[in-house]
DNA sequence: GGTAATTGTGCCAATCAGCGG
DNA sequence: CCCGCTGATTGGCACAATTAC
């Protein structure tokens, strides 16, 4: 029986070694198609030894567990993610949503986000959903399949409370970034986008001596823009200006957007003060408007988000800084806690600070 | 026994469903954790038979087909990626890999990629190399644990030929983006390089009678930099100019990197005719240089890739349009093609444009 | 007889070849 | 021939069982 047994053992790992050798003997003469069993088989252990060592559990000799080590190795062994998620009914995988790739800022947030995840451990499962909530949804259903262990998302304009709801009843873990939701107290990570507009309006007035101002960008119903407002508005009424001085040119938040709204600020006659964008390329498009009606240097304007681009623009743009990158870093340590059962501070509103530059009307800094 | 197995039969899945409502009952009353099977038993068919349906393929009546549906539906049924990955020894994923998120010119591309092969039912798993190659390689390494179906990646600075013959070997399909290797041909969509740098300088030449060129940005040792300095060389070959009249300052590609050798360039006491960037980033950088001198009027500069800013810039920056978003497309494509079994153009040259704006010194156009 | 080290076995969800009404 | 089912398979993980000292 033993001795029966033990040449089973012997002879069951090389026979399933050799058909896979053969099945794909051309394809791929290294790594492809190496299973922990051949580890094991290498070792002279057990699958279930040789998944110990895999996963840094159990107790193992040392011994063996550089043994099995070295045929990994030797074997170019790589763990499959695919199985291990249907094991677990979770992945090592994160599903990241933005509403456009395309945007600069996102950019930024992005790369923090991912620097994270990743040195945690995690990969990105990388969703566009071109600011479609129905999009968003499908995306989240197709996500749910990958078994990713959370979802970091930059909601979509129109996304009802309902969507967090949603992501709650099914127990997903999940992050809102630079965007948050009326009503429903959802997790998030971004800048206080109420402070945000107040600082630059704060600054406009107190220091520029602004009466009239003009809020441009911003899609209608996007509650950032409309928080970003409201801080203008209380940073009017502290200076005890008249809210009918606030006028509103909501665009897509984009170059192209920024343009176009600038050109219907100049067409409707209006002069105000200060331009006040929802973002840096927004910004970018309302100064090549200005610029196309000689305005450039009568309306002084700020940007929003401080983009890398910000501080080289003519002039260099004054704007508010949400550090990007940190915030997505951020955002990746609120999920990462979340997944590992803590429960961080479920709203995490950043300060946002005010980059002055010469946009506004200030004077270039020495240089150094 | 007959009589046992068909009991077992039945009520196998009816435990089943109940330990698993049991489990997560007030975690997830929908969808979660619903399987095939589940929706088999709804159906009253076999799991097999609702796997047809799933993936529309096979001999199945359209009244039962109907009904399978029906029940996928009612139950909220999300198929697990995983275990078809598992089985399949492939998954509907594509790991996209970049050297900077940052980099505005890749969010473009990257919109364009994830776009076409989000229509293609393929997700996108996403990673950031900081233009290192053993990070590179690591992420190989985990996209292969990850089953992805082929790899899109902008091969970091100082990639060997031994990474494309490595992933040949492995059988991975894979497209090279807008960066290519030297000796070993390998499928590749990206711009002309040489034409490019050559577009730019013929144009400085030709129409302003530039005599003496710098290039600035772009790492030592990056391809992409060589071939579009010797597009510039060639111009400079056939208008009659010396060779020497080519200063080269490379740098990151990036605004800092832009600005630092702009700075360089000044204090080297050069003075050039045009500066050709090696990034539209670049150039926003070297801009700031030539302003902080006072010089900005008197250097020409054109940029490269002609990213949405660059229209807004000041001077509107002429740029060699490489059309990002398009080059993604383009790259899911080639991918595309190779996985559904063609064999594209290997090599995808696109040829690039010149926008021709204000900052080589050409007058503004009219606006329409 | 107790403890560290190792192993066997059943599962996870979907797919596919082969079989039968 | 059309339709649908059975059973085996995929790679890794968890738990109980087992060996060795």
Redesign the pocket.
Same mark, same amino acid.
């Given at each position: 029986m033993i001795d029966r $047994?033990s040449m089973e053992?012997q002879v069951q790992p090389q026979t #399933?070694a050799r058909?896979?050798c053969m099945r794909r003997a051309d394809h791929a003469p290294n790594g492809a &198609? *190496? =299973? /922990?069993?051949?580890? #094991?088989a290498h070792a002279? *252990? $057990?699958?279930? =030894?040789? $998944? /110990?060592v895999?996963?840094q559990? &159990?107790? *193992? $000799?040392?011994? =063996? %567990?550089e043994r099995v080590r070295a045929s990994m190795s030797a074997l170019g062994? *790589?763990?499959? %993610? &695919?199985?291990?998620a /249907?094991?677990?009914?979770t992945s090592n995988t994160v599903g990241v949503v933005v509403t456009n790739l395309a945007n600069p800022f996102f950019g930024e947030l992005l790369h923090g986000l991912e620097k994270s995840l990743a040195a945690a451990g995690f990969a990105c499962l990388l969703v566009d959903t071109s600011d479609d909530p129905d999009a968003q949804d499908a995306a989240v259903r197709e996500l749910r &399949?990958h078994k990713v262990a959370g979802l970091a998302i930059v909601p979509a304009t129109g996304t009802t409370a309902e969507f967090p709801a949603s992501l709650q009843e099914l127990g997903l873990p999940f992050v809102f970034m630079t965007r948050y939701l009326p009503g429903t107290p959802a997790p998030y990570v971004g800048a206080d986008d109420v402070l945000g507009g107040n600082l630059a309006a704060r600054h406009m007035i107190d220091v520029h001596n602004a009466t009239t101002i003009a809020y441009v960008g911003g899609p209608i119903g996007m509650l950032s823009r409309e928080n970003r407002i409201g801080g203008v508005k209380r940073a009017m009424a502290d200076a005890g200006i008249a809210a009918t001085s606030l006028h509103e040119f909501p665009s897509e938040t984009s170059g192209a957007g920024g343009l176009q709204a600038g050109r219907e600020l100049i067409d409707s006659g209006l002069r105000p003060d200060v331009i006040i964008c929802h973002s840096d390329s927004v910004a970018f498009g309302v100064y090549r408007a200005l610029r196309l009606h000689g305005l450039a240097d009568d309306i002084a304007v700020t940007g929003y988000d401080d983009v890398a681009t910000a501080a080289l623009w003519e002039p260099p743009l004054t704007s508010i800084s949400t550090h990007g990158t940190e915030l997505g870093h951020r955002a990746a340590a609120h999920l990462l806690e979340q997944l590992a059962g803590g429960n961080p501070q479920l709203v995490q509103r950043t300060t946002p600070e005010i980059a002055v530059r010469q946009s506004c009307g200030c004077p270039a800094q020495s240089i150094g």
């Open positions: $047994s053992m #399933a058909m896979k &198609g *190496v =299973t /922990l069993n051949d580890v #094991a002279g *252990v $057990s699958r279930a =030894t040789a $998944s /110990l895999l996963r559990t &159990g107790r *193992v $000799s040392e011994a =063996t %567990r062994y *790589v763990p499959d %993610r &695919g199985a291990a /249907l094991r677990n009914h &399949g």
